[in-house]
């Protein structure tokens, strides 16, 4: 698979404080990448450095295989962007203003513009002034100008900030429909897990500058599913019973004894009489639920309350 973007070991202090703190990210090409965090976690700091806007204090940044580098700036030509909230020219028109971008980076056609804001939905306020847009407008007129070139990667930083729950579900429609039927790379932010749990295929959790876990969307589904959970004397003996008697294949082993079936939820007590006929002496089975919100809170610990 192409990689598009790859961070080693990306580091940005500012002072004795450091906002990124080593980081290792792996966006590959088709990922919706959703990039998790508190505030203050080092998201928009990430970002920041990943679209050349601040240097980092160490570390290296991979953009379409190539490292970045002053004379590769030109790699930016196939990223667009939205970083913090997009400024506009209050008294330029939406047209106005995404002609001026047009001009900065060197597109020829003017098409682009009507294009760009069909596809971000305010096509209807084309021609009027930016400073009479809601929030909603502004963040769409945002994602307009980071399409504008056409690009295969966007870096979007919380673009939903502020947004009511219509024009939430209405960019996150947007941004699957960019990815599905564009093919458009996307690394995007947010500090609500379930904002990032219904678009990314891929989820990095940053907090306190560090990356504390990159995992697949199926990974993380699997960490909000009912399951029943068996204690057992020997782990061995009662997955390849479990296996061999019930066919089942979807469960992992969560700790030594503990074993997570995601599978024949409803047979819980025939799976007990099983196990225990077959000489594996079960402590105990429960039906429990893994939820996301809980694991989220349990890596990042008590700061979630700060
Ligand atoms: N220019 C700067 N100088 C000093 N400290 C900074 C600077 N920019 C960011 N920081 C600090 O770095 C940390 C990370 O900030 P950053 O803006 O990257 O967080 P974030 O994850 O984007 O948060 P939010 O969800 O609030 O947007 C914060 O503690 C912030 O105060
Ligand atoms: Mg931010």
């Given at each position: 698979m192409?990689?598009?973007?790859?961070?080693?070991?990306l580091?940005?202090?500012?002072?004795?404080?450091?906002?990124?703190?080593?980081?290792?990210?792996?966006?590959?090409?088709?990922?919706?990448?959703?990039?998790?965090?508190?505030n203050?976690?080092g998201?928009?700091?990430?970002?920041?450095?990943?679209?050349?806007?601040?240097?980092?204090?160490?570390?290296?940044?991979?953009?379409?295989?190539?490292?970045?580098?002053?004379?590769?700036?030109?790699?930016?030509?196939?990223?667009?962007?939205?970083?913090?909230?997009?400024?506009?020219?209050?008294?330029?028109?939406?047209?106005?203003?995404?002609?001026?971008?047009?001009?900065l980076?060197?597109?020829?056609?003017?098409?682009?513009?009507?294009?760009?804001?069909?596809?971000?939905?305010?096509?209807?306020?084309?021609?009027?002034?930016?400073?009479?847009?809601?929030?909603?407008?502004?963040?769409?007129?945002?994602?307009?100008?980071?399409?504008?070139?056409?690009?295969?990667?966007?870096?979007?930083?919380?673009?939903?900030?502020?947004l009511?729950?219509?024009?939430?579900?209405?960019?996150?429609?947007?941004?699957?429909?960019?990815?599905?039927?564009?093919?458009?790379?996307?690394?995007?932010?947010?500090?609500?897990?379930?904002?990032?749990?219904?678009?990314?295929?891929?989820?990095g959790?940053?907090?306190?500058?560090?990356?504390?876990?990159?995992?697949?969307?199926?990974?993380?589904?699997?960490?909000?599913?009912?399951?029943?959970?068996?204690?057992?004397?020997?782990?061995?003996?009662?997955?390849?019973?479990?296996?061999?008697?019930?066919n089942?294949?979807?469960?992992?082993?969560?700790?030594?004894?503990?074993?997570?079936?995601?599978?024949?939820l409803?047979?819980?007590?025939?799976?007990?009489?099983?196990?225990?006929?077959?000489?594996?002496?079960?402590?105990?089975?429960?039906?429990l639920?893994?939820?996301l919100?809980?694991?989220?809170?349990?890596?990042?610990?008590?700061?979630?309350?700060?």
């Amino acid at each position: 698979m192409e990689c598009i973007l790859k961070t080693y070991n990306l580091t940005k202090q500012y002072k004795e404080h450091k906002a990124v703190d080593d980081v290792n990210i792996t966006i590959e090409k088709g990922d919706i990448y959703g990039f998790l965090g508190l505030n203050g976690a080092g998201k928009t700091t990430t970002m920041r450095m990943i679209m050349g806007l601040i240097k980092p204090t160490t570390g290296n940044i991979e953009l379409f295989g190539e490292k970045l580098s002053e004379d590769k700036k030109h790699y930016f030509a196939r990223v667009g962007s939205i970083i913090e909230f997009p400024g506009f020219y209050e008294n330029l028109t939406a047209v106005e203003n995404l002609d001026i971008h047009r001009k900065l980076m060197g597109v020829p056609d003017k098409n682009c513009i009507e294009q760009s804001l069909e596809v971000a939905g305010i096509l209807d306020a084309a021609n009027r002034k930016t400073k009479e847009f809601s929030l909603g407008m502004k963040q769409r007129l945002g994602i307009a100008r980071a399409l504008l070139h056409n690009p295969e990667f966007l870096v979007l930083d919380e673009p939903t900030n502020g947004l009511d729950p219509v024009g939430i579900k209405e960019i996150r429609q947007l941004i699957l429909d960019l990815s599905r039927k564009r093919h458009i790379t996307v690394l995007i932010s947010s500090h609500i897990l379930s904002e990032i749990q219904q678009l990314a295929t891929k989820v990095g959790i940053i907090h306190k500058g560090k990356l504390l876990e990159e995992i697949d969307s199926e990974a993380l589904k699997k960490k909000n599913r009912h399951y029943i959970e068996l204690k057992v004397n020997n782990d061995r003996d009662a997955v390849f019973m479990l296996e061999q008697k019930f066919n089942i294949s979807d469960y992992i082993i969560s700790e030594p004894g503990v074993i997570k079936i995601y599978e024949r939820l409803t047979e819980t007590s025939n799976i007990n009489r099983m196990l225990i006929q077959n000489n594996v002496e079960v402590k105990e089975i429960s039906l429990l639920r893994d939820s996301l919100e809980d694991y989220f809170i349990k890596l990042v610990g008590s700061d979630i309350n700060e």
